[in-house]
């Protein structure tokens, strides 16, 4: 069963940096896409964004310049760097898996075979 592992959110000052990882175990394919999406209060979930299973990554405008994403395949973990956070960015942020081989990826919730539990970030003085 395919399991993701999300790190533990913080609370964090405006401006301040934080990097969430999503461990995934549990599949045997070498080939897999993660993606990153976020939920604020009252909002529908937002794609941030996406590695493909060709390292080709994918990040939103609302986030671009700010947010990386990344991945280890030795791991299977990939990473969200974010930096220069907003309180707009204050959401609970999940990561899912999408176990096909696609050149490029997509933030479309519907594409994804699993979720992490997601973790609160928290950005506020």
């Known amino acids: 069963q395919v399991q993701l592992v999300e790190s533990v959110g913080e609370l964090v000052q405006p401006g301040g940096s934080l990097r969430l990882s999503c461990a995934a175990s549990?599949?045997?394919?070498?080939?897999?896409?993660i993606g990153w999406f976020r939920q604020a209060p009252g909002k529908e979930r937002e794609g941030i964004a996406c590695i493909s299973s060709t390292d080709k990554d994918f990040v939103a405008d609302s986030v671009k310049g700010r947010f990386t994403i990344s991945r280890d395949y030795a791991k299977n973990t990939a990473y969200l760097q974010m930096s220069n956070l907003k309180p707009e960015d204050t959401a609970v942020y999940y990561c899912?898996?999408?176990?096909?081989?696609?050149?490029?990826?997509?933030?479309?919730?519907?594409?994804?075979?699993?979720w992490g539990q997601g973790t609160q970030v928290t950005v506020s003085s």
């Open positions: 899912a898996i999408d176990l096909d081989f696609l050149v490029y990826c997509a933030v479309v919730p519907s594409v994804y075979d699993s």
């Open positions: 549990g599949f045997t394919s070498d080939y897999y896409n």
